[in-house]
């Protein structure tokens, strides 16, 4: 019996964490819609899935959109006959390089960052929120980090929106849970995946050994098959019991009490 057979999951954000999150919401049974401001790499992701034997659809979602994101939704009613599970996994990591401190950030770079990352999350949220209780209930998840919740002289902007992530998802299982909503985010330590391949192969391996330094696992670093396994628990009905929750899958980086 596949974990998510008769689900209906939205994925707002493809790229390395989530096309893997997509694949693997699939192959546990799940019909998967995935929504990026890039549609033609979820057409992939999604043509994938359906090869081998899954349901999934491509559609345009911007987090800065929120007529994007209402179609979304409305995809995965019309097309699948409700929604269980949003999860919302894109973030405005281009803005990175100029995320420097209080200071001397550039107040578009916050304003941008705070756009996609908080105000984006909001807005996929309230839209999916009527129609997972018009299912009876399901599950929402955000991927967040642990720029939310460690120090860093960097990425304030970064950090602050994350932290605005964790928020929205205790609300969220507060305000809903009697309606039989849970959320939850997880906060993946580093994470190698397949956009790593553009880059230079030994900054590559700088970051790795970096990230694997600070872990209390040393053999390797994340790969989004880590998330991708959090995921599937909170989405399915063998999680049914955990919400408000903030998951770390970061080899025993952070390990908060
Ligand atoms: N990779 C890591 O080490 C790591 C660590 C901690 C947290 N995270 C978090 O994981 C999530 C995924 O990161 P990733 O490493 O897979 O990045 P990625 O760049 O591979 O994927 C991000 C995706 O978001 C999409 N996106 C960007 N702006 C968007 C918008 N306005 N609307 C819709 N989609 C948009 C991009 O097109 C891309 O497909 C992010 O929330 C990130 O903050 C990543």
């Not at 992939?44 to 911007?62: F, K, N």
Request: proline share 4%; glycine share 14%; net charge negative.
């Amino acid at each position: 019996m596949k974990r998510l057979e008769g689900k209906v999951i939205l994925v707002a954000g493809g790229g390395g964490i989530g096309n893997a999150l997509s694949r693997h919401y699939g192959a546990e049974g799940a019909s998967v819609v995935i929504g990026d401001n890039h549609p033609d790499r979820g057409q992939a992701v999604a043509d994938g899935i359906v090869a081998a034997g899954g349901t999934a659809a491509s559609i345009r979602l911007d987090g800065r959109d929120e007529d994007s994101i209402a179609a979304a939704v409305a995809l995965a009613e019309q097309r699948y006959g409700g929604l269980d599970g949003l999860h919302v996994n894109f973030a405005a990591l281009s803005e990175a390089r100029d995320d420097s401190d209080v200071v001397n950030i550039p107040l578009d770079v916050f304003d941008r960052t705070m756009e996609v990352n908080a105000r984006g999350y909001l807005l996929c949220t309230r839209h999916a929120i009527p129609a997972i209780i018009a299912r009876g209930g399901g599950s929402v998840i955000y991927t967040g980090s642990a720029a939310a919740y460690v120090s860093e002289p960097v990425r304030v902007a970064y950090a602050m929106s994350k932290a605005a992530g964790h928020a929205l998802m205790r609300h969220v299982a507060a305000a809903y849970g009697p309606q039989g909503v849970r959320a939850n985010v997880i906060a993946p330590g580093m994470v190698r995946h397949e956009g790593w391949d553009r880059m230079p192969p030994d900054m590559a391996t700088g970051i790795e050994n970096a990230g694997k330094s600070v872990a209390a696992i040393k053999s390797r670093i994340a790969r989004p098959e880590d998330v991708s396994a959090m995921g599937v628990l909170l989405m399915s009905d063998a999680g049914s019991y955990i919400t408000g929750q903030v998951m770390g899958i970061d080899g025993g980086t952070t390990m908060r009490p």
